[in-house]
């Protein structure tokens, strides 16, 4: 599982268009999936003419999700939120707050000596370790950062997680 922090701007969503999966038997499927063709026609002769998704023309309608966003593993969510100074609840990661308390939670985080979220960096061995160390949280609050700023830019005024 996993927690996406998302910037709430307004315009969130977009639509775009893709290759529907009923057409995928066209020599010309690859292309469109890498960009490389938008002549979307060449691809209604191998769609199927039943199918629910793009109704026989091998092009779906997809909704996009365009919100500044940056996704962490739950035990990590949980060690930004608590390095955030932020509520949160262990079995239920989801809240909100606005950008200002964001900005504040995160030169928090940087501040505060926080051994309690954190482990120690172990050098030399095939080791993976659960939890964060220092640069792991660094890097994370960078991204986390990212997401307010962009979202700022945006005229973003809250910052939701779930």
Known sequence: MSVTFYAMTQDGFATKREPCLCAQMSEHFGAFVMGERTDWEVLKPEASPNCQLCGGSGVEEVRVDLRP????????AQIILKALGLPHCEQDLYG?????????????????????????RIEGKNFIGHGYTREDLADALCRLEDVVTSGEKRGAQRITWS
């Not at 966003?69 to 990590?76: I, R, S, T, W, Y």
């Not at 606005?98 to 926080?114: E, H, P, S």
């Open 69 to 76: 966003q940056v996704n962490f593993a739950n035990g990590n």
């Open 96 to 120: 909100e707050c606005d950008l200002a308390t964001m900005k504040r939670g995160i030169i928090r985080a940087r501040n505060v000596r926080q051994p309690e979220v954190l482990r120690e």
